[in-house]
């Protein structure tokens, strides 16, 4: 494995202070295209844009259809929307560095991006049905036309998984 991801399990990304005030699902939506049911964030905890990083929480809906069929018995929620929520929050931390600022406004809309590549992903342990998701993720690399950015989930305290991915910006 590349040691620039071996360090993704050493320790948390996001070290700073939380935000006084979390920045709530409607300022996420704010920022990004998702929406329900692939808005896998439902708020930020922390900003840190000198360190290029943020921290944010989802909690994983029993109710959610995917653990009709992931697994019966056994449900685990897939590693896929695992990476998905640390890309979403990747994307929030571009938009907040690039704009300077810890907060969103009545005005904000989300910039056109897309995934173009999954460097690294690991999962390490299990999420299931009503884990919060304590997602942490860091900008490594942003150029004009695309950026690089990483994340870790951690569930009670335990890292659960990590990736790497880079983004193309559309505008």
Partial sequence: MDKRWRKLERK???????????????GLMRILPHRDPMLLLD????????????????????????????????????????????????????????????TTQADDSPSPRRVTRIHHARFLGPVQPGDTMEIHASLLEVDVIAGTA??????D???RSVAAFEVYFDD
């Fill in 43 to 102: 708020r930020i905890t922390g900003i840190d844009l000198e360190g290029q990083t943020a921290r944010g929480e989802y909690v994983v809906d029993p109710e959610d259809p995917i653990f009709a069929g992931h697994f019966p018995g056994l449900p685990i929620y897939p590693g896929v929307l695992q990476a998905e929520a640390i890309g979403q929050l990747g994307l929030c931390v571009e938009w907040f560095v690039r704009n300077q600022r810890t």
């Fill in 157 to 159: 305290g335990s890292l």
């Fill in 12 to 26: 948390p990304l996001f070290q700073s202070e939380p935000l006084g005030e979390p920045i709530s699902r409607d």
């Fill in 150 to 155: 990483a994340g870790q989930i951690y569930v």
